[in-house]
């Protein structure tokens, strides 16, 4: 056992201790004075850790978002940690579903996604410190909060300071197997509007077009786009049309969920769904892009090297993947070394099982110890 994976093992109480306190903090994404109630918190924890630097980025819809620098005048390119501090669960869940601990894990709302991955970079921090093993590099840790409805307010802000660093991690929960997540699948959703003309369906049905009918021809080319043995999923998710039983349909709104694994398929699908012809003479078609996350590609030099260095602390790194999005598929998508997963094994995210697996914070510690004190870029 490595020096530091023994001495986050005797931390692993202060750890649950600490995470208890975050989950405490009920932190729904539009509840914005609720999230800035931790995000208060976050700052006195990056003040009592000494950080050099603290900087606000104020918000009006959602929490404000902190950046907090330890080492700024250090050589050397930045580690940057991201983290979001919003949850999916609406003040008053704590009171339904309280938190518990039974056989070596915590349940409560928002342990694994993420409070448990928060609790890491701040246990992570702190143990360098006691120990005298502070890297002298640039370390920088990026607070957001609003994740969980798809960075949108964050998205510009992830994208301003991610270039200048040279790693970014991503602290999303593992696997429910402990597993990082070193690809995940891009996600772009769409919109197709569908404009016919309307007409009597009893006395002239001949001189409308039905925008229905003209949408269920188009649904059955776009379903030729799957993929599925190559990890491109396109999915008609959601419908609605037509104004009355006794009119033809002139108007019908779709919308459609797409999956790839590279960003050359995202602009292939691009390409193909919003330049889809009507079937139907007199029909219009629109589809529009409504929102986006690149594919994070694998990054082959990072795997290896984070696996280098778990080796040398003591921890096994072991890899795999997810059909969901992170703000970890912004900076991939932009050439910055990405590793996610980082949090805690766990289980159960947006579900009523949502876990944290307790022996899992101790050896994540001390991935993360690691890779701050050995990352080479």
């Known amino acids: 056992m490595s020096d530091l994976l023994q001495y986050f093992t005797t931390q692993q109480q202060a750890m649950v201790d600490l995470l208890i306190e975050l989950i405490n903090f009920e932190t729904f994404t539009p509840e914005k004075t609720h999230v800035d109630e931790m995000g208060n918190f976050m700052e006195a924890q990056f003040k009592a850790l000494n950080a050099s630097s603290i900087q606000r980025f104020p918000q009006t819809e959602v929490g404000d978002f902190l950046l907090a620098k330890w080492g700024e005048d250090a050589p050397g390119t930045p580690i940057l940690f991201l983290i979001h501090i919003d949850t999916v669960w609406p003040t008053g869940t704590l009171a339904e579903r309280p938190i518990r601990i039974e056989e070596g894990k915590i349940f409560g709302p928002g342990a694994v996604d993420m409070k448990g991955g928060i609790t890491l970079v701040l246990s992570t921090i702190k143990g360098l410190q006691a120990t005298g093993q502070m890297p ?224 899992s914070l101790p050896t994540r510690a001390t991935l993360l110890a690691g890779i701050l004190c050995e990352w080479v870029f």
């Open 136 to 359: 002298h590099r640039p370390i920088w840790v990026l607070m957001t909060s609003d994740e969980e409805v798809g960075s949108i307010h964050s998205e510009p802000v992830i994208k301003e300071v991610a270039p200048q660093c040279g790693l970014v991690l991503v602290m999303e929960p593992g696997t429910k197997e402990g597993a990082l997540k070193t690809w995940r699948k891009g996600i772009a959703t769409y919109t197709m509007t569908i404009e016919g003309r309307p007409s009597h369906a009893g006395n002239a049905p001949e001189q409308g077009i039905n925008s229905i009918i003209e949408f269920a021809q188009q649904a059955l080319e776009i379903n030729k786009l799957n993929d599925l043995k190559n990890g491109t999923s396109v999915s008609v998710t959601m419908v609605n049309g037509g104004s009355a039983t006794n009119v033809i349909p002139a108007h019908t709104e779709a919308s459609i969920d797409t999956r790839m694994m590279t960003v050359k398929v995202l602009e292939e699908l691009e390409s193909a769904l919003t330049s889809l012809q009507p079937f139907i003479p007199g029909a219009k078609i629109s589809v529009k892009q409504h929102h986006a996350r690149p594919p994070m590609e694998r990054m082959p030099a990072a795997v290896e090297q984070v696996k280098r260095i778990g080796e040398q602390y003591g921890v096994t790194v072991r890899e795999d993947g997810s059909g969901g999005g992170s703000d970890g598929n912004f900076t991939a998508a932009m050439g910055i070394p990405t590793l996610d997963g980082l949090g805690p094994q766990g289980d159960g995210l947006h579900a009523l099982h949502e876990q944290v697996v307790i022996s």
